[in-house]
């Protein structure tokens, strides 16, 4: 597709569950970032990858969650024993690269509820 | 310290008037590209407009204006216009590519328009 794709669109958890959310970036783009957006705030960054490698984890809040994007594409945020301070909307974004002037370009995100 | 600052929770305008949603930043960074995002209820991120910091003119893209002054920190959003589907949330994002943060993106808190007829 032309945009960023994230599945699923809801997922309920109960609280211990592990839930593994996913992100199909547009193709060809480079950088890829997790964001958890929280209801009426704005976007937090978690992590950014460049291709496969995974160069800053440190919006990660604890070691319960963890992201991958083992060839460089479509990349899976994963989280353990989840908590109900994990309910949120998690977003994921691509862009061509890191320069100031490339924008990042969303997806429609995945609400989280945790129960 | 906030690097994004979005004053304004909400506010109000009448179709076809303009309207004007602050943003204020904070970076000791020389490049920096400042961007404005609208969320809709339905919860995507729609990339709006771009101003990089060494650019002389404000940025433009149809009905969005970036009334950008470098001196002051601010880079408000000007939507001309309006129309009832710009009720929408706004946020405001700062982008600097350089050092440990690689290029993310920090936001503001948010503006929540609501146009009504």
């Known amino acids: 597709g032309a945009g960023v794709s994230q599945s699923p669109r809801y997922k309920v958890a109960k609280r211990g569950q592990d839930v593994a959310l996913r992100c199909d970036p547009i193709?060809?783009?480079?950088?890829l970032f997790w964001y958890q957006q929280a209801l009426g705030q704005g976007p937090e960054f978690l992590t950014y990858?460049?291709?496969?490698?995974?160069?800053?984890k440190s919006g990660l809040p604890s070691d319960r969650f963890f992201a991958e994007r083992p060839e460089g594409s479509v990349s899976t945020l994963k989280i353990q024993r989840t908590q109900q301070e994990d309910s949120a909307v998690y977003l994921c974004?691509?862009?061509?690269?890191?320069?100031?002037?490339?924008?990042?370009?969303f997806g429609n995100g995945t609400r989280l509820t945790v129960t | 310290a906030q690097k994004i600052t979005q004053t304004q929770p909400g506010m109000f305008v009448q179709e076809k008037e303009a309207v004007t949603l602050d943003c204020t930043y904070d970076?000791?960074?020389?490049?920096?590209?400042l961007f404005w995002y609208k969320q809709p209820s339905s919860g995507e991120m729609i990339f709006l407009i771009y101003?990089?910091?060494?650019?002389?003119q404000n940025a433009t893209e149809g009905r969005y204006s970036l009334n950008f002054q470098k001196a002051r920190k601010s880079a408000n959003l000007v939507i001309s216009a309006s129309q009832l589907g710009d009720s929408a949330m706004y946020f405001c994002?700062?982008?600097?590519?350089?050092?440990?943060?690689?290029?993310?993106?920090?936001f503001g808190r948010g503006t929540q328009l609501t146009v009504w007829p």
């Open positions: 193709s060809g783009h480079v950088s």
């Open positions: 970076t000791s960074d020389p490049s920096y590209g």
């Open positions: 974004a691509s862009s061509l690269g890191g320069q100031r002037n490339s924008p990042l370009h």
């Open positions: 994002a700062m982008r600097e590519p350089r050092g440990s943060t690689l290029g993310r993106l920090y």
């Open positions: 101003q990089g910091s060494y650019d002389q």
């Open positions: 990858f460049q291709n496969e490698a995974q160069l800053d």
